[in-house]
C-alpha cells in the first residue's frame, strides 16, 4: 500500500515537473519568436522586434531614462522610426557604392568610450554586463558613419561658401557688435506623410524626459535625425539672426542651462538646449575660417535633412507592429 502511494506521488511529481518544464520551453520559444517577428520592412531589410528590443535597451543605458514598461510603450515608436531612418541611409549609401569598415566602426566605439571617460575595448563589455545587445550600438554606428559619407559626397562636396558670402557675414557682425552669439544642443524631428501627429508625440516625451534628468546629447544621438545628432546635437556658436524665425523666438526666451520645445517649424519639431550666449562684441571675434566654416555647416545641416526627407517620402516602408 505504502509503494503504491509513494509511486503514485512520484508519477505526480514527474508530471508536474515535466510540465513546468514544459510551460518554461514554451514560454522561452514564444519570446524568442516574438522577438524574430518582423517589426517593420524599409525598402528591402526586415526590422525585427529584437532589433527595436535592443535599441531600447541602449537608449535607457546611454541617457539614463528609467526602463519600465511604460516607457517602453512612449518610445518603441520613435525607435522603430529611427531604425527605419537608419534602414534608408543605409539603402542609399549602398546604392552609392559606399561602405562601412569594420575599423571605422571600431574607430568610432572607440571615439564612444574616449568621449565618455571609458577604458579602451570597454564599451561592448558594459553593455554584454547591462543586457544590451553590442549589436546596436554597432548598427547604429555603421549607419551614421555610412549617411556622413553620402552627406559628404552629394551634398558636402558640391557646396561652397564665397568670399563675398564670407565678408558679407562678417560685416553683419562687425555693424552690430550687441548681436548675441548662441551655443546651442537640437533635437530634430521632421514632419513626414505618416508621422505628423507622431513627431508632436514624439518630441513631447523626449522633452518630458529630459526634464525628469535624461541627457539631451545622448538622446539627441539615438533620436535627432539633424546632421548634428552624432555630435549630441551640437550646433556650434550661433549668431542671433542665423536659425529659422521660430527657432529665434523660442531662444530668445530662455536662459542658459534651460531646454525648450517642442517649437514647430515647416519641416519638423525641435528640442533645444540652450548652453550659453552673450555679446559677440564681449568675446574674442570669430576668425575667418570660423565664419566660413559656420556658413558652410548651416548650409549642408540644410540639404542633408531636405535630402533625407525626400528618400524616406520615395521609400518602400512597411510597418507591422
Known amino acids: 500500500m505504502l509503494g503504491a502511494v ?22 522561452v520559444t514564444a519570446q524568442s519568436a516574438d522577438a524574430a517577428r518582423i517589426a517593420a520592412v524599409a525598402n528591402n531589410r526586415a526590422i525585427t522586434v529584437l532589433d527595436v528590443q535592443s535599441r531600447l535597451g541602449l537608449v535607457f543605458m546611454s541617457a539614463g531614462i528609467p526602463d519600465t514598461a511604460d516607457t517602453r510603450k512612449k518610445l518603441r515608436s520613435q525607435i522603430l522610426n529611427q531604425l527605419i531612418v537608419e534602414s534608408i541611409q543605409l539603402h542609399e549609401a549602398k546604392r552609392l557604392g559606399i561602405s562601412v569598415s569594420d575599423r571605422e566602426i571600431a574607430q568610432a566605439l572607440a571615439d564612444i568610450e574616449k568621449r565618455n571617460g571609458m577604458p579602451s ?41 564665397s568670399e563675398p558670402e564670407v565678408d558679407d557675414a562678417i560685416a553683419q557682425l562687425d555693424s552690430n557688435k550687441d548681436r548675441l552669439v548662441y551655443r546651442i544642443l537640437e533635437i530634430y524631428i521632421p514632419l513626414d506623410r505618416d508621422s ?3 513627431a508632436l508625440r514624439t518630441t513631447r516625451r523626449l522633452i518630458a524626459q529630459i526634464r525628469r534628468g535624461a541627457n539631451f546629447g545622448s538622446l539627441a544621438r539615438q533620436f535627432s535625425q539633424a546632421s548634428t545628432a552624432s555630435e549630441g546635437g551640437d550646433m556650434g556658436f550661433v549668431f542671433e539672426g542665423q536659425l529659422a524665425p521660430e527657432l529665434e523666438a523660442a531662444i530668445e526666451r530662455v536662459k542658459p542651462g534651460q531646454v525648450i520645445g517642442p517649437v514647430r517649424t515647416a519641416s519638423g519639431y525641435y528640442l533645444l538646449a540652450l548652453v550659453s550666449k552673450r555679446p559677440y562684441g564681449a568675446g574674442k571675434p570669430p576668425t575667418r575660417k570660423e565664419v566660413r566654416d559656420s556658413l558652410f555647416d548651416r548650409k549642408v545641416g540644410v540639404r542633408a535633412r531636405q ?15
Open 6 to 27: 509513494k509511486s503514485a506521488w512520484l508519477a505526480a511529481s514527474l508530471t508536474a515537473g515535466l510540465m513546468a518544464v514544459t510551460a518554461a520551453e514554451s514560454a
Open 121 to 161: 575595448g570597454q564599451l561592448l563589455k558594459i553593455l554584454g554586463r547591462r543586457n544590451v545587445n553590442p549589436i546596436a550600438i554597432v548598427d547604429q554606428v555603421k549607419a551614421s558613419i555610412a549617411w556622413t559619407k553620402v552627406v559628404r559626397r552629394l551634398i558636402a562636396s558640391r557646396i561652397r561658401i
Open 196 to 198: 505628423g501627429g507622431s
Open 307 to 321: 535630402y533625407l526627407l525626400d528618400l524616406r517620402r520615395a521609400a518602400f516602408i512597411d510597418i507591422r507592429i
